[in-house]
């Protein structure tokens, strides 16, 4: 099932697609409580037919924590001529990053090597604290497509005693563009492809995930509580822009990422 959330005179709704089916669920007081609620009970929205012509399409989520590895696909680590992790490593990336559908990704002033990272996201549904791998698994609601935008520039800024500015070069406004809809089950494989005007320049699948959204869980909770709402990133596949092999994106570049299961992503550079 795809859930859209959407406005209507300022309350939020959910709308489910499911089996060319269209339904409106009852008005979410609170974004990531709806998560929490649908972990537990995927009927607890109470979905019924209903008009959906009139809504606004808004962000679907509300995360607290929004958590990304680096170099989690081993053909993305190859391109960029960088050894794959032992261990999961994370930045993080904050609220205001987060843009809708259509919404502009800011180049900005001084960034010249503006990236993108076709990606997934996993929604956490439950709280989540020392979890097995298993438990990990189970506290998963649902998934997004997301665009790591990268301005490389700032990220590869390096200090030999700091490392790199991942700061500066991941979590900048607009840096985390989010699919209009979600889809809510546990993990599967999901499709990743990226078109730049059009051309496509990454085409992976989560199956090739170095960690898997059940390990990373599972490894982050151990020392971090993670609550419903919360988002961990896939990583990347190949064909970025830092490979060498394709331009880094410009003003008026269009970016769609696309994912069979979940839905698709469209964002211009302004």
Not at 15 to 36: C, P
Not at 154 to 174: E, H, R, V
């Amino acid at each position: 099932m795809q859930i859209e959330i959407v406005s209507e005179n300022g309350n939020l709704f959910p709308i489910a697609y499911e089996n060319g089916s269209v339904k409106k669920g009852k008005k979410i007081s609170n974004l990531n409580k709806f998560y929490k609620e649908l972990s537990e009970n995927i009927n607890s929205a109470e979905f019924v037919q209903g008009d959906t012509k009139s809504y606004t399409s808004v962000i679907p989520v509300n995360p607290g924590k929004i958590l990304c590895p680096a170099l989690n696909f081993k053909n993305h680590s190859a391109e960029t001529e960088q050894k794959s992790p032992e261990f999961p490593y994370f930045f993080p990336k904050f609220s205001n990053s987060l843009i809708p559908f259509n919404g502009k990704i800011l180049k900005h002033e001084g960034i010249k090597q503006l990236d993108y990272e076709g990606e997934i996201a996993a929604i956490v549904g439950k709280k989540t604290s020392k979890a097995s791998r298993s438990e990990a698994q189970n506290s998963i609601v649902g998934f997004a497509v997301v665009n790591d935008v990268s301005a490389r520039d700032y990220q590869n800024q390096f200090s030999p005693n700091l490392g790199k500015n991942w700061i500066m070069g991941k979590a900048a406004d607009t840096f985390l563009p989010v699919s209009k809809t979600v889809f809510i089950g546990k993990e599967e494989e999901f499709s990743i492809k990226t078109f730049v005007n059009g051309e496509i320049r990454q085409d992976g699948n989560t199956k090739d995930m170095i960690f898997s959204f059940a390990d990373m869980v599972s490894y982050i909770s151990k020392n971090i509580t993670l609550e419903p709402g919360d988002m961990i990133l896939s990583g990347t596949p190949a064909g970025v822009a830092a490979s060498g092999k394709y331009p880094y994106l410009g003003k008026g570049d269009m970016i769609r990422i696309e994912s069979e299961k979940i839905g698709k992503l469209e964002n211009v550079v302004g």
